[in-house]
């Protein structure tokens, strides 16, 4: 299917590693141009070099996001360079692992600075354009914790966040044919998940424990199924969605455990 891409100028947050690098890769392959935003300036140049080798297209702006100015440059770069935007994936976040017991107010707001304002503001900033563009915007939400791990009271209130963000940004920007919807992530083998399994004395059988209770053929999601899906929604062929949550998961989150 040509999901009708073709040059579209498409950002993509936390882009050079893992789900987002995936979003970029793909995105490329069908013709857009992603542009990767991040803070680490080695990983996103060789995000960039790779999609390049490919022959395909990609462009890079350096911005840490908890910063507001920088958001603001890096959209503004953006619009320098190819004078539009087509479309937005706020990607960027990571499991802190803030919780209630153990946490405290200046870490629990350092944790919604790094995983929800940050959607906020480069929506904020890119919105002039989407409007021109009649655009769309993709949230990448998670269920709200890692399995097997309380205590993130900072990711979970993000990701509760981001969800109504996305639809209350639905219904406000239906006047200007802009589309909003998110694709949450349940368990997907992203480094950052690897890293986390790698805490456990016997790491394939806590995976085997977790794929065992994913109803779809008891695996986990892949990076490359995600990012078909936003790929999709960022898309024409995807014109009439919008407000929706889409549960990329093989069915963890909603399907009956007994089956």
């Not at 008891?218 to 549960?247: D, W, Y």
Request: aromatic letters at 6%.
């Amino acid at each position: 299917m040509d999901l009708q891409l073709q040059e579209k100028i498409i950002i993509v947050t936390g882009g050079s590693k893992g789900i987002g690098n995936g979003i970029v890769n793909v995105l490329s392959d069908e013709g857009a141009i992603p542009v990767i935003v991040g803070r680490n300036k080695e990983h996103v140049l060789n995000a960039v070099k790779m999609i390049e080798a490919k022959n395909r297209k990609a462009y890079y702006a350096l911005a840490e996001l908890t910063d507001p100015d920088q958001c603001k440059a890096a959209v503004n770069t953006v619009i320098q360079k190819f004078g539009r935007i087509d479309g937005l994936v706020n990607n960027a976040g990571i499991n802190d692992g803030i919780g209630l017991e153990k946490g405290n107010y200046e870490d629990f707001i350092t944790s919604i600075n790094r995983n929800l304002t940050h959607y906020y503001l480069m929506a904020h900033y890119a919105l002039t354009e989407l409007k021109k563009s009649k655009g769309a915007i993709v949230n990448i939400g998670s269920k709200t914790s890692v399995t097997g791990q309380g205590g993130t009271s900072g990711y979970a209130a993000a990701n509760g966040g981001r969800n109504a963000l996305t639809r209350e940004w639905a219904v406000e920007l239906l006047p200007y044919q802009i589309r909003v919807n998110a694709v949450i992530v349940a368990e997907c083998l992203t480094p950052l998940y690897e890293r986390w399994l790698k805490t456990f004395p016997d790491p394939e059988k806590k995976r085997k424990e977790i794929t065992s209770k994913i109803p779809l053929e008891n695996r986990m999601t892949t990076i490359e199924e995600i990012a078909n899906t936003v790929a999709f929604l960022l898309s024409p062929k995807s014109s009439h969605t919008t407000g929706q949550l889409l549960f990329v998961d093989g069915g963890y989150t909603h399907l009956d455990r007994t089956l």
